[in-house]
């Protein structure tokens, strides 16, 4: 697996990272723990560094079950987390975003308990919370950096203004946002401040919640537990039009002996040099499937056509349920 460095942070990972959120629910039930525990290593072994979880998948499961998986490999990985939701100690959501200095350092604290290590590579704050200064959500990171259980600083969704307030206070590594074929928003202003100021780029979604592997179509169902069945995105008129993107991504597939998600993957990974993508899994096959994306060379002809069709698509529903939207890019 090749290597990237997240901007000037100097902090190096694997080309692709594995989001690791769908192990203990969202799409579907919570996974079999023992088989999480083995893809999790499996991906070690293969030679992903990057692992990304957040306290609010549970709460708290996803965390523990990251921090028992990779204790026997933890010199090996990078473990990012993040903070930000309003929960309780006992797991309790009580609804909104927290980032008063007072619960971050709390936060970090039960993530390092949870993840089984003195040290958290990655901390993101998961959402900007507006009641709070972001310069002091900032200092507050930076004084867990100085007494060393934070090594690096993250955001997530956060906008170009809000990125650079916070980096003034305390150098952010990385952003981490939606990004995929079909949702660019964060070429308009995101991604420039990050390449000005020296910040890596770690894509959420870059199959586009599943529905970029062709796998989907406007006849697939999805459980009720599903996050998906909530997505106006996802509904079946949204998805038979938005299949023009994965027609786009088989046409250019079939050309290079790739898959699909191959395809996108790789078009992210020729953007900048400074993007890590973490594609999410339950599955080994899929985790071999995503990894053989590092591989795959997209010429400038190739990015030339998938830029040109891609333009002609117009991509159908919104991307998150309202009230996630209210929260994002603040």
Known sequence: ???RKLGKSGLEVSALGLGCMGMTGVY???????????????????????????????PFANEE????ALAPVRNQVVLATKFGFDIAPDGTRRG?????????REVADAALQRLKTDAIDLFYQHRVDPSVPIEDVAGAVKELVQQGKVQHFGMSEASAT?????HAVQPVAAVQSEYSLWWREAEKDVLPVCEELG????PFSPLGAGFLTGKIDENTSFEGSDFRSMVPRFTPEARKANLAFVDLLRSVAARKNATPAQIALAWLLAQKPWIVPIPGTTKLHRLEENI?????ELTADDLREIELGAAGIKTQGARLPQAALDMVGR
Request: charged share 20%; no cysteine; net charge positive.
């Open 162 to 166: 809000t990125i650079r307030r916070a």
């Open 28 to 58: 579907n039930a919570p996974q079999a723990r023992h088989e999480m525990i083995s893809l999790l290593r499996s991906a070690v072994d293969r030679g992903i560094t990057l692992f990304d979880t957040a306290e609010a998948y549970g």
């Open 96 to 104: 909104g975003t927290n980032s008063r200095p007072e619960h971050i």
């Open 199 to 202: 910040i890596g780029f770690v």
């Open 292 to 296: 053989g994306a590092a591989s795959v």
């Open 1 to 3: 697996m090749q290597k």
């Open 65 to 68: 079950l990251v921090g028992e």
